[in-house]
Structure formats: structure tokens, C-alpha cells
């Protein structure tokens, strides 16, 4: 009896030995794993800030930008040992280093005859869009790399931007809350980065691009698909709307090819859309493919055209077409370094020959790169553009006109692209004469946005 008692106690004392090392093991296990949760979730608040690029403090007082060679007005015309005088981010006077009454309280920046020139301005935009390689897969990590840039309004494309000397973009199809509030963020200062114009949601059918071809959601704010003329009006009335309405809207009328089909947006809602945006003085621009698309958006009246459709005037503008585009004073983003990425050697020249052949007509550029498609790179894709415009017959300063004043009268502003009294302080300081070799232009040594100095090399 004691022995079975004996083996009682033992057998006793071996459960509560296994409970307890079950029970230390179970407290450890969440003890790590909330130490774990705590340590991610404060890693992550901590990379969030300390990677966000939030704005410096605004210029306050008198900046003169001394001894440069300036580029003036909407022509930008050369004018060599000037100054610029700021005061507060904004420009108060132009002119002659012996002509500008500089105030001893001003601080005092010797150019050292660099050429200061406009911020750029980038018409053509994704902001939303992760970049990636012609090819690349964007996998896993490519998502959570997407993320991130997300929730923090991508910080390197912003810093890349002001680095290559783009001081304005436009973004013309993104998530709709998110690029309104970035768009905000930047206004107020919060984030630095260049400032921001945008379209919004964009404008097309359910299948037709982006949803039929790159595989946009649907239901993403991205992109509004209205059947009837009343709900197009509706959906530019809620857009253009109150203090958050946007600053343009974009229509993608793109039938697509015989093999590849696509569905444009039907003439009559294409026109309410047009109607309804110019009651509110609000510019439309259009992205097209087919010659069709194109007579379809010229008779809705847009005000600007996106690309060069996609190849379908290599042979030659109709000319019909290309006058009433004249005459209308419809601008065209050309978007050459997207049209020509990777493409044979023939189809580039075509193409430049195309872009020739509407400069020749008097027709008016503005540039805009398509940034965040695959193998087109937010700032270095802007050199590319401005040098393949050169490439197709535009003058350096007719190149850097398009990417300026032209850029700020299609964004409606005279806040910006010129440089004289009353104007914001966004300047770039190139180390070279682009007005003579479009290529200087990548030498930006300096980068001023409402007069903070946000880039020196």
C-alpha cells in the first residue's frame, strides 16, 4: 500500500511539474511574442517619421540670389551678372546685379554665374505607381515596398523630384483620397516635395484603359466609369467640388487595337464630361490611341492631349486633324520617353518625325514623362524627355519653355514656371548653359522651393 501511495505522490508531483513547465513556457511565449509585437510596432513608428521628408522651415526675410545668369519671363530670355531678390518665398525683383536695391538685412547667395532658371514642371504623372524596371516582376517584397510608399506618400520620389530640379508635377491618375490628401499635406507644408497638381480619379469604361490592360481594381478610386451623361456630370460636380476639388480632369478615350479591343467612353457621356468640367473652368486633358479617339476628343473640345497615340500617326498627321488641334490651342504632352522606351530604332525616329511635324505646324508641347510606368523613373525620365523634344526639332529654349511657363498655362497658375516679381521663389540653379546644350540641364546644383534652399550638390 505505501508503495502505491509512494508512486501516487511521485506520479503527482510529476503533473504539477510538467503544469508549471507548461505554464512558464506559455508565459514566456507571450511574453516574447507582445515583446515582439512592441518592438515591430516601434520600429515602425520610428522608420515611419524618420523616413517621411517632412518640409524645413519656411524663408523668412530677404534671400538675393546674386550674379547669375537668369532666365526671364515666360520666353526665358538670358540675362547675365542678375539677381533675383526674394522675400517670404516669393519673388520681389528681377533684374541687373547693379539695378537691384538689395536690403542689408538680406541674406546674400553668389550664384557665381551659374544659370538660374524655373522649377521644372512634370505634367504627366503616377505617383501611386511603384517603379520598377522594363520586365521586373513586382513580387512580394516589390508589395510591401508599394505599402509603405503608400502610407507615407512616397518619400524618394519626392526627394528625387526636387533633386533632378522638378519643382511642380501633376498627377493625372491615382487614388483619389489618397492623392487629395498628399496633395493637402504639401500645401501645408507638412511634406516636403514638389508641389502638386491632380487629376483625381480618371475618367473610362469598365473595359477600357487601365482596368482592361494593366489590371486597375475596378473599385479602386482610381478610375470612375459613369453610363449615362447625368452621372458624368455628377461625378465632375462631386470632383470639382468645395476647397478639395481638383485642379484638371482626365479622360482615357482608347478604342485599342483590331486584335485587342478596347472600349472607349460613349460620345455623349465623353461630352457631358467636357460640358460640365468648362462650366467650371476646369481644364480636361485627353489620352487617346486610335485616330478616332482622337476626332472624338477634339470634338468634345478638350484642352489638352495625352501621348502621341501610341504610334497610330507614324505615317504621317492627317491634316484636317492637326489644324483644328492648331487652331484650337489643344496642348500636347508628347510623353516620348515612355512611346519610345525600349522600341525599335525605326519606330523612334517615326515617332520624332511625328513630334517634328506638329512642332513645324505651330503646334504647343508641354512635357510630361509618364513616371511610375516600368522603365520611366521619377526626375532622370524629365532629361529624357526635354532631350528627345530637342531630338525632334525644338530649340533647347523651346524645350525648357514647355517644361516651364508653357507647363504653368496649362496648369492654369501664374504662380509658377517664370521667373519675375510675384512669383514663387521654385528655382534651380544649373552649372552649365541648357539654353545652348539642352544636356546642362542635369547638372542642377542647387534647388529653391518657396525659397528654402532643398537641394544643393
Known amino acids: 500500500m505505501r508503495k502505491v501511495n509512494d508512486a501516487t505522490v511521485t506520479l503527482g508531483k510529476e503533473n504539477k511539474s510538467r503544469g508549471r513547465s507548461f505554464w512558464r513556457f506559455f508565459k514566456r511565449f507571450v511574453l516574447y511574442s507582445l515583446l515582439f509585437v512592441i518592438i515591430v510596432v ?26 547669375a545668369t537668369v ?5 526665358l530670355e538670358a540675362h547675365e551678372k542678375s539677381t533675383v531678390l526674394i522675400q517670404d518665398g516669393i519673388i520681389i525683383d528681377v533684374g541687373r546685379d547693379d539695378e537691384v536695391d538689395i536690403p542689408a538685412s538680406a541674406t546674400v547667395m553668389d ?7 524655373p522649377g521644372l514642371i512634370d505634367l504627366h504623372v503616377h505617383l501611386g505607381m511603384k517603379e520598377m524596371e522594363l520586365g521586373q516582376e513586382l513580387g512580394p517584397f516589390g508589395i510591401i515596398g508599394l505599402v509603405s510608399d503608400f502610407i507615407r506618400f512616397t518619400p524618394d520620389k519626392r526627394k528625387s523630384l526636387l533633386e533632378h530640379g522638378i519643382t511642380t508635377v501633376r498627377s493625372v491618375g491615382d487614388e483619389h483620397e489618397w492623392i487629395m490628401e498628399f496633395r493637402q499635406l504639401i500645401q501645408d507644408g507638412e511634406l516636403e516635395g514638389p508641389r502638386l497638381f491632380t487629376s483625381g480619379s480618371l475618367f473610362t469604361t469598365l473595359e477600357g484603359h487601365p482596368i482592361a490592360t494593366i489590371g486597375t481594381d475596378p473599385d479602386s478610386e482610381v478610375v470612375l466609369f459613369p453610363d449615362t451623361p447625368k452621372e458624368a456630370r455628377d461625378n465632375v460636380q462631386e470632383m470639382v467640388s468645395g476647397d478639395e476639388g481638383v485642379d484638371l480632369i482626365k479622360v482615357v478615350q482608347e478604342r485599342g ?22 462650366i467650371h473652368n476646369i481644364p480636361v486633358t485627353g489620352h487617346w490611341g486610335a485616330l478616332k479617339d482622337l476626332e472624338e476628343l477634339i470634338e468634345a473640345g478638350v484642352d489638352g492631349l495625352e501621348h502621341l497615340g501610341r504610334g497610330v500617326v507614324l505615317n ?15 496642348l500636347l504632352t508628347p510623353t516620348l520617353t515612355v512611346e519610345t522606351i525600349n522600341a525599335e530604332p525605326e519606330y523612334q525616329q517615326l515617332l520624332l518625325e511625328r513630334a517634328e511635324e506638329f512642332h513645324l505646324a505651330d503646334g504647343q508641347f508641354v512635357v510630361g514623362t509618364d513616371a511610375g510606368m516600368p522603365g520611366v523613373f521619377f526626375g532622370p525620365s524629365m532629361y529624357q524627355e526635354l532631350e528627345l523634344l530637342v531630338k525632334s526639332g525644338l530649340s533647347p529654349q523651346e524645350a525648357l519653355q514647355a517644361a516651364t511657363s508653357r507647363a504653368a498655362d496649362a496648369l492654369q497658375s501664374d504662380e509658377i514656371g517664370v521667373i519675375e516679381p510675384g512669383r514663387a521663389a521654385d528655382l534651380i540653379v544649373i552649372d552649365g548653359h541648357p539654353l545652348q546644350q539642352i ?7 542647387k534647388v529653391f522651393r518657396d525659397g528654402r534652399l ?3 550638390h
Open 42 to 67: 516601434t520600429g515602425s513608428i520610428i522608420y515611419y517619421y524618420s523616413t517621411l521628408y517632412t518640409a524645413g522651415e519656411k524663408q523668412e526675410g530677404y534671400l538675393a540670389l546674386t550674379n
Open 71 to 75: 532666365l526671364v519671363d515666360e520666353e
Open 111 to 117: 550664384l557665381n554665374g551659374h544659370t538660374l532658371m
Open 257 to 278: 487595337l483590331s486584335e485587342y479591343p478596347l472600349e472607349p467612353i460613349a460620345t455623349d457621356v465623353l461630352q457631358a464630361i467636357v460640358t460640365e468640367a468648362n
Open 316 to 330: 504621317g498627321w492627317p491634316e484636317e486633324l492637326l489644324e483644328t488641334i492648331i487652331e484650337g490651342d489643344m
Open 439 to 445: 544636356e546642362d540641364v542635369q547638372n542642377v546644383s
Open 454 to 456: 532643398v537641394v544643393e
